[in-house]
């Protein structure tokens, strides 16, 4: 299964797309889509509306996966994020495709990094699942969306243990990842 995470936010909303074969874990692709913030907000959003759409056509994923909202001092801020929330959400139901939403606690607690933990953990955490290098992942926001997606493929999942090249059962990164998770969680309903 194919999994197109999203990290949103009217000035750059990340993107990671990690995919799920044989019971490992597989970085396909991400990015970074910047929203000129000289433009009003209605054009920085419609140009992430079409960067976003023309990822899902590239990507084509079975499924996008949004990183829920938090709270805020800044009421702008939550509003603002909550357009370009909307966005991602709305490029996605026009590709016909089921989106899931995970609050910040969870994606991090999914990737292995604490409540007070910050960004960094979270993309070295990332960057271990998916065996890339640190070079690979130049903006928090890109890892934070790998993450987001990572949390979808594995909520709720049981360990699969990957077979090793020599034939041998050994645990792959879907199945350290899944370790990780509550066994009690439950697979959120499609929206």
């Keep these: 299964m194919r999994v197109l ?22 970085h396909v692709g991400h990015g970074v889509i910047k929203g000129d913030p000289a433009l009003p907000l209605s054009d920085r959003l419609r140009d992430l509306h079409g960067a976003l759409t023309a990822a899902l056509v590239k990507y084509r994923p079975a499924a996008v996966a949004v990183e829920g909202v938090f709270t805020f001092r ?20 026009q590709a016909g495709l089921p989106v899931f939403e995970y609050a910040p606690a969870k994606v991090k607690k999914a990737v ?3 409540g007070a933990d ?15 290098d640190a070079s690979v992942l130049e903006r928090a926001d890109a890892s934070d969306a790998l993450a987001v997606a990572l949390c979808h ?34 697979r959120p309903e499609a929206r």
């Design 153 to 186: 493929l594995n909520h709720g999942r049981a360990a699969v243990p990957a077979a090793s090249a020599s034939g041998k059962k050994r645990k792959g990164a879907a199945a350290l990842l899944a370790d990780r998770l509550a066994p009690a969680y439950r």
């Design 118 to 132: 910050g960004k960094d953990a979270v993309a070295r955490m990332v960057r271990t699942f998916l065996e890339l």
């Design 74 to 93: 800044n009421a702008r801020s939550a509003l603002v994020l909550g357009h370009a929330r909307g966005v991602a959400l709305l490029a996605a139901a």
């Design 5 to 26: 995470g999203v990290d949103p936010g009217s000035r750059f909303m990340g993107f990671g797309v990690v995919e799920e074969k044989r019971g490992r874990l597989v």
């Design 112 to 114: 292995g990094a604490g």
